[in-house]
């Protein structure tokens, strides 16, 4: 189970940290990215860490904007998200998967536990 924490109504520029806290698994045996969907839109992928090679992986929008990161023995992720902008609004979703490859890291196919989502709301 996942728990998807840490969103807010906040300015263009600010930051906010997202939090991802699993429970019932191995933490350190998944996989862990981050999804968001704005209103009326699909759901796209933001970012993610895989846990063979420990390396993380960002959608161009957000790319050095956006730091994910994890501690294993808190079973929690993160998604630092610093000078926001008025196009990051949406629910974040984090997702996690013990199997994804690297070639399926942004689809969301590939995940078989979902947090429930957090909402960010950015105003200009």
């Known amino acids: 189970q996942l728990q998807a924490s840490g969103g807010g109504s906040v300015q263009a520029g600010d930051s906010l940290r997202l939090s991802c806290t699993a429970s019932?698994?191995?933490?350190?045996?998944?996989?862990i990215s981050w999804f968001r969907q704005a209103p009326g839109k699909e759901r796209l992928f933001v970012a993610a860490?895989?846990?063979?090679?420990?390396?993380?992986h960002y959608a161009d929008s957000v790319k050095g904007r956006f730091t994910i990161s994890r501690d294993n023995a808190k079973n929690t992720a993160y998604l630092q998200m610093d000078r926001l902008r008025p196009e990051d609004t949406a629910v974040y979703y984090c997702?996690?998967?013990?199997?994804?490859?690297?070639?399926?890291?942004?689809?969301?196919?590939?995940?078989?536990?979902w947090g429930q989502g957090t909402l960010v709301t950015v105003s200009s």
């Open positions: 019932g698994h191995t933490f350190s045996r998944y996989s």
């Open positions: 860490w895989h846990r063979g090679g420990h390396s993380t």
């Open positions: 997702a996690a998967s013990s199997s994804v490859i690297l070639s399926n890291l942004r689809s969301q196919n590939a995940y078989a536990y």
